[in-house]
């Protein structure tokens, strides 16, 4: 079995065949399997919530309307359309839409910063709308994107004398290999913005494929669930 693919198989084999698994997930509505996964204690009750954290979404587009949301949708842009980029506002606009029409996106930023479910519900979401379905149009523009909301943030907390800002970008887009696709995301890693990529859902070594194939050489992070 491939090494990258290995790790996440064991620990997937380990939490499907424990025993009592099947009473783990409690019927308490504010439990969350994700957080569950990656901290012992109550990471929120510890003040971790993600404030100051930019996670930029790069997916299907991001229902500003959820409550899970309200309050923290930063700018947004579209690039579903290579001839025409639009930036969007933090609220929902039909002129210029930013939104999910497909669902994904919405449920990829309700895992990272949903505010009863999501692993940083303190943290500024920015949609970057690439696709209408889950393969889309990732381009320069969303690129420089992200580095001007993200240096803009820097600069204004910077100035607030404030603790800090950092910056994700969440991609789950990946497909077979891509050098155009490595070469956007590796300006994103030069900038000191994090990378967080999908294993995906192929049951299948995620290392061969884009963007997770830069791996280990560049920083990227890859995460099965």
């Known amino acids: ?41 109550d990471l929120h009750e ?29 700018k947004g ?24 029409a497909h669902g994904h996106g919405t449920h990829v930023a309700g895992i990272a910063a949903g505010e009863k479910y999501g692993i940083a519900p303190g943290a500024t979401v920015h949609s970057v709308r690439i696709g209408e379905t889950e393969v889309g149009n990732f381009n320069s523009e969303a690129v420089k994107f992200i580095l001007n909301e993200c240096a803009s943030a820097r600069l204004k907390d910077a100035k607030a004398n404030g603790p800090g800002v950092y910056c994700i970008a969440v991609f789950s887009q990946g497909g077979g290999p891509n050098e155009a696709m490595e070469t956007l995301l590796q300006v994103l890693l030069d900038d000191g913005i994090s990378v967080v990529s999908s294993a995906g859902n192929k049951a299948a070594d995620s290392c061969s494929a884009s963007p997770n194939r830069i791996y280990p050489k560049q920083p990227i992070i890859i995460v099965g669930a």
């Open 77 to 100: 842009i579209n690039c579903v359309d290579p001839d025409s980029t639009v930036q969007c506002t933090g609220e929902w606009n039909k002129a210029v839409p930013c939104d999910d």
């Open 1 to 41: 079995m491939p090494p990258c693919f290995a790790s996440y198989y064991e620990a997937a084999k380990s939490w499907y065949t424990c025993k009592g698994c099947e009473s783990i997930a409690p019927s308490d509505p504010t439990w969350s399997w994700a957080l569950d996964q990656i901290t012992d204690g």
């Open 46 to 74: 510890l003040a971790f919530t993600g404030e100051g954290v930019h996670i930029f979404v790069i997916d299907t587009g991001v229902n500003s309307k959820h409550i899970d949301f309200k309050g923290r949708m930063g």
